[in-house]
């Protein structure tokens, strides 16, 4: 099968030229957005925005990247040119480009996040770098940071008092 | 009436109970899950036996669709005394209620022929024929077709007499309303009147660790080093209330939720779920909106609950099960705090009545009624 490659063509254009579409499903919360922010300060645009153009509207219409578009807005990072790609689809199968692009992708298996966050801690990273650069909240990273478990927890509890039922 | 004893904590006093059990019954089987309660009582029974020289059972009945940590932890539990364990792992067929799948509402566990997709191959020491006789078999569910999970048990234990299964049931644990029902009517053993279990046919059903709290649970665990299922740590890690943490079954109308966080815990063990049965996907990504699974709002294509449940009981695809709904139903107030937990039967798939529905006016409109009163 010939895959094409539209990533190959990235354009500049200016930010006013680019709106969103009407029907995108997907909704980034709030501390998520601030984490795609710091990814964009400390990684640079690595993707572009996938668009089609619209004839009638005169303008390029997302398909994916709505919320990197948000951050190259006035009151976030303030981008003036974007970069997109354009893509050559009907309505129909721009939905579903939409799902796919939202929908295919994994998640961090709990234990490995886990490593993860300790072996940047050992690299000399301290908890709050970790916080904005990962978007994890310091209570997260030390529950992260337990390698020993739940149990370790109760270890100076004391056992409770013992009861018993009995006729009235 | 509860009374406390201020002079023996919990863990004393299981010790006394156990012994107890082990003076007065020469059969002792314990039932574990893989969970913490069990694996707590399980130890104690073990320690027990072993300071005896005595055999107790080990008895999990396996729903193949768990947790592999589950199966870790079982393994684990049978191998701390195996001279003094009598390994009770049983790999039958019975029928479990899928609430994710709509089409495939039941999924018959270890199925012949379909070894292929199984969660796992059997381990080869377990137990794979039912242990009672085809023509004693008893307590088939009539919505289910069959043989469920709490058929299994009562069967399983209908083939011993005089034995004290003990479960690790725990009154400030899930359970609270079960906790009083079975202390309604202390038994009789040898003349000592025992509150913290039943009888059960011959046998007696008994909860030693009734009164632990959560903290003593995790407390004796931590003591005695016990391995303990890793789902807690992961619960942990991702922010769950110490006293929520579940290790429950995966696939049932109670624990559904489960699977939400499955790809992060277990990815190995949801790609299996995937293949083995159908409505997993849509579980996941949904069980935690409350539109679907919980059906606490309204989707807002249907202008009432009573209206949704029309659609959701006319598009239900297996007749069968709908003439259950339909006739349970039929039976109920029709308002709309009724048809949302109607609703939630039917989206959860419920056919078996297990989330009961509250049938009784609708409290808004009592509300209402009150206020044009007063207005």
């Known amino acids: 099968m010939k895959i094409k490659i539209p990533c190959m063509n990235i354009k500049l254009v200016s930010r006013d030229m680019v709106i969103a579409n009407s029907y995108n499903p997907n909704s980034v919360p709030i501390n998520k957005m601030e984490l795609l922010k710091q990814s964009i300060i400390d990684n640079g645009f690595c993707f572009p925005i996938v668009t089609i153009w619209d004839n009638d509207l005169e303008k390029y219409v997302i398909i994916d990247g709505f919320h990197r578009f948000t951050i190259c807005q006035p009151n976030w990072l303030d981008i003036t040119e974007v970069p997109i790609v354009v893509l050559d689809h009907d309505i129909s199968k721009r939905m579903a480009a939409t799902m796919q692009f939202n929908k295919a992708r994994g998640v961090h298996q709990v234990d490995l996040d886990a490593d993860l966050i300790r072996s940047l801690l050992e690299q000399g990273q301290n908890e709050e770098e970790i916080s904005i650069h990962l978007g994890i909240d310091t209570e997260t990273i030390h529950r992260y940071k337990s390698l020993t478990g739940i149990a370790e927890l109760f270890k100076n509890s004391q056992y409770s008092m013992s009861w018993s039922v009995e006729e009235e | ?322 003439n259950l709904f339909a006739k349970r139903f039929s039976k109920h107030l029709n308002n709309e705090f009724v048809a949302r937990q109607q609703c939630r039967q039917i989206i959860l798939n419920d056919y078996e009545n297990n989330l009961a529905i509250q049938n009784k006016p609708d409290p808004r409109e009592e509300l209402i009624e009150y206020y044009k009163g007063v207005l």
């Not at chain 2, 870790?72 to 009598?86: G, R, S, V």
């Open chain 2, 1 to 322: 009436m509860q009374k406390y004893d201020n002079n023996k904590n919990v863990l004393d006093a299981a010790k006394e109970r156990i012994s107890f059990v082990f003076d007065n019954f020469e059969n002792i089987i314990v039932s574990i899950s893989g969970g913490k309660d069990s694996t707590t009582l399980a130890h104690l029974a073990l320690t027990e036996a072993h300071n005896r020289s005595r055999k107790i059972g080990l008895f999990f009945l396996d729903e193949e669709v768990v947790y592999q940590n589950t199966i870790d932890q079982i393994e684990y539990l049978m191998n701390i005394y195996p001279e003094n364990t009598n390994r009770l792992w049983l790999q039958i067929e019975f029928l479990l209620t899928n609430s994710t799948s709509l089409e495939e509402g039941q999924l018959k566990c270890w199925e012949a022929g379909k070894h292929k997709i199984w969660m796992r191959s059997k381990g080869k020491n377990n137990i794979f024929a039912k242990p009672w006789a085809k023509e004693k078999e008893k307590y088939h569910n009539a919505a289910k077709g069959g043989l469920g999970f709490y058929g299994v048990l009562e069967n399983f234990q209908d083939c011993y007499k005089n034995t004290a299964f003990l479960v690790g049931l725990r009154a400030a644990g899930e359970s609270p309303n079960r906790w009083r029902a079975v202390t309604k009517n202390p038994i009789n053993i040898n003349g000592n009147k025992v509150y913290w279990g039943s009888k059960k046919g011959e046998n007696v059903v008994l909860y030693p660790i009734y009164d632990w709290n959560f903290h003593d649970i995790w407390h004796y665990i931590y003591d005695n080093k016990l391995r303990y299922s890793k789902i807690y740590d992961f619960q942990f890690k991702k922010g769950f209330g110490i006293s929520e943490m579940r290790v429950s079954s995966l696939i049932h109308e109670k624990s559904f939720k489960s699977i939400c966080e499955l790809p992060e815990f277990e990815p190995k063990t949801y790609d299996k779920l995937l293949k083995r049965i159908k409505g997993i996907s849509f579980a996941q990504e949904t069980g935690k909106n409350s539109k679907m699974f919980k059906a606490r709002k309204l989707p807002k294509n249907f202008k009432s609950w009573i209206v949704y449940r029309d659609f959701l009981l006319n598009t239900y695809p297996d007749p069968a099960k709908k």
